[in-house]
């Protein structure tokens, strides 16, 4: 999304990044959603960077945004995840090098780089996604003693960043590692830095698998990857 694609254009700006030039793709229908126009504009402001706009369901508009680009580096969120498969379909037309996050079978060279959750999104909702502020009653997925990965966005740029021109790292698939905790681990500490108590409510994975089926939008997909807690 905006912000991962902000981050990584943070970290290409770094005078000692060996990229000159980035080109940050954007949905058509962001330049004039006037909810992203800040988004869109703090991205605008970074040194080296321009914006392009394309259609992410259209194969021909991604092709033509991507001309003269090396690198394709895919930050979309969850949301846009349907629009990998024109993406890759439209570097490979394009001539493009190297993706992120790309389809082994797409047959261009590729740099897969796996991510926990960021902190930004998964603790600070204490692994409630579909949840702005933390409420009173915070769901917690099995016994919530499953271990996790978790990482900030600007670190998975700076990452990102760098293996996406290292030839030692052309096809293969990476693993970013910083904080590993349990879901009542995050909670715990979240409720020593501020002072407050949740109510704690423990979902199995069966429960979560039916809660999945009935949900949509951002909370069927929270309901999807609880599952596997």
Do not use: C
């Amino acid at each position: 999304g905006l912000v991962l694609t902000r981050a990584f254009a943070n970290a290409v700006a770094d005078p000692n990044s060996p990229i000159t030039k980035v080109y940050a793709l954007v949905q058509t229908s962001s330049l004039t959603n006037p909810d992203k126009a800040a988004a869109v504009q703090a991205i605008r402001d970074i040194p080296n960077v321009e914006i392009r706009a394309a259609k992410y369901d259209d194969p021909k508009s991604l092709t033509e945004a991507l001309q003269g680009v090396d690198i394709v580096v895919s930050a979309l969120s969850w949301q846009g995840l349907p629009a990998q498969f024109p993406l890759i379909e439209a570097a490979k037309n394009a001539g493009k090098i190297q993706a992120h996050d790309a389809l082994y079978a797409s047959g261009l060279n590729y740099t897969i780089v796996n991510t926990g959750g960021f902190y930004q999104h998964w603790v600070t909702r204490l692994g409630n996604l579909g949840m702005g502020e933390v409420g009173p009653v915070v769901i917690v997925y099995g016994e919530g003693k499953q271990p996790a990965n978790f990482v900030d966005i600007a670190d998975v740029a700076s990452y990102v960043a760098r293996a996406v021109v290292d030839p030692r790292l052309e096809n293969k698939k990476l693993w970013t590692d910083n904080k590993v905790a349990t879901q009542l681990e995050i909670i715990e500490i979240w409720e020593k830095v501020t002072g407050r108590q949740v109510q704690k409510k423990f979902v199995s994975k069966e429960e979560a698998g039916k809660e999945e089926e009935k949900a949509e939008g951002m909370e069927k997909f929270m309901w999807r990857v609880s599952i596997d807690f």
